[in-house]
C-alpha cells in the first residue's frame, strides 16, 4: 500500500491493520501470510508494539509476521480488484473508463469501490463520494445498493 505520511501516519496504518485482521490463526500458505513491513528502525518499532499489544490484549500468540520492506511484487491480476470483478456490471463500468489492466489496477476510484464491496466503509463514507467514482448513476445505485449489506 502506497501512503502519504503527511495525512495518514503508519500508526494509524496499523490501527487500521489490525482491527481487520484476524492474527492468531496460522497461515496456510506462505503466499497469503499475513506480514507488516517496516521501512526504517522507527516503523519497526511501531509495528512490533502493536504486534505485542494485540497479543496482550487478546492473551494469544499472534502469528502476524513483522517485516522489512524489500522488493515489492504485485498480486496476478486474478487477485487485483477482487470484489469488483465480481460485480461484472460495476466492472464493465471501470473498463470502459480503463480499458488497459494496468490503469484499472492503478484506479484509486476503483480501489474505492472495490473496497466498498468488500466491506469496508461507511454508507455515509460512500454517499459522501459517490459523485466523484465515475459511475454512471445506474451504477450508483447497484453500487449503493451492494454496500448496504455490507455497511458498517
Same mark, same amino acid.
Given at each position: 500500500? @502506497?501512503? #502519504?505520511?503527511?495525512?495518514?501516519?503508519?500508526?494509524?496504518?496499523?490501527?487500521?491493520? *489490525?482491527?481487520?485482521?484476524?492474527?492468531?490463526?496460522?497461515? *496456510?500458505?506462505?503466499?497469503?501470510?499475513?506480514?507488516?513491513?517496516? $521501512? #526504517?528502525?522507527?516503523?519497526?518499532?511501531?509495528?512490533?508494539?502493536?504486534? @505485542?499489544?494485540?497479543?496482550?490484549?487478546?492473551?494469544?500468540?499472534?502469528?502476524?509476521?513483522?517485516?522489512?520492506?524489500?522488493?515489492?511484487?504485485?498480486?496476478? @491480476?486474478? $487477485?487485483?480488484?477482487?470484489?469488483?470483478?465480481?460485480?461484472?456490471?460495476?466492472?464493465?463500468?471501470?473498463?470502459?473508463?480503463?480499458?488497459?489492466?494496468? @490503469?484499472?489496477?492503478?484506479?484509486?476510484?476503483?480501489?474505492?469501490?472495490?473496497?466498498?464491496?468488500?466491506?469496508?466503509?461507511?454508507?455515509?463514507?460512500?454517499?459522501?463520494?459517490?459523485?466523484?467514482?465515475?459511475?454512471?448513476?445506474?451504477?450508483?445505485?447497484?453500487?449503493?445498493?451492494?454496500?448496504?449489506? *455490507?455497511?458498517?
Amino acid at each position: 500500500m @502506497d501512503f #502519504d505520511p503527511s495525512r495518514v501516519g503508519y500508526a494509524e496504518l496499523l490501527e487500521v491493520f *489490525w482491527k481487520e485482521h484476524s492474527p492468531t490463526s496460522r497461515t *496456510w500458505s506462505r503466499q497469503y501470510r499475513p506480514v507488516v513491513f517496516y $521501512h #526504517d528502525e522507527q516503523q519497526r518499532i511501531l509495528a512490533n508494539a502493536a504486534k @505485542d499489544r494485540v497479543a496482550a490484549a487478546l492473551g494469544s500468540a499472534v502469528f502476524t509476521e513483522i517485516l522489512p520492506a524489500t522488493r515489492f511484487t504485485m498480486a496476478e @491480476d486474478y $487477485h487485483q480488484k477482487y470484489s469488483l470483478r465480481q460485480a461484472r456490471d460495476l466492472l464493465q463500468e471501470f473498463t470502459a473508463i480503463y480499458p488497459a489492466e494496468a @490503469d484499472l489496477v492503478g484506479s484509486t476510484a476503483a480501489a474505492r469501490v472495490n473496497g466498498y464491496l468488500a466491506g469496508y466503509g461507511s454508507r455515509e463514507q460512500l454517499q459522501a463520494e459517490i459523485d466523484r467514482l465515475g459511475l454512471s448513476p445506474a451504477g450508483r445505485t447497484r453500487l449503493l445498493e451492494r454496500a448496504a449489506r *455490507w455497511a458498517r
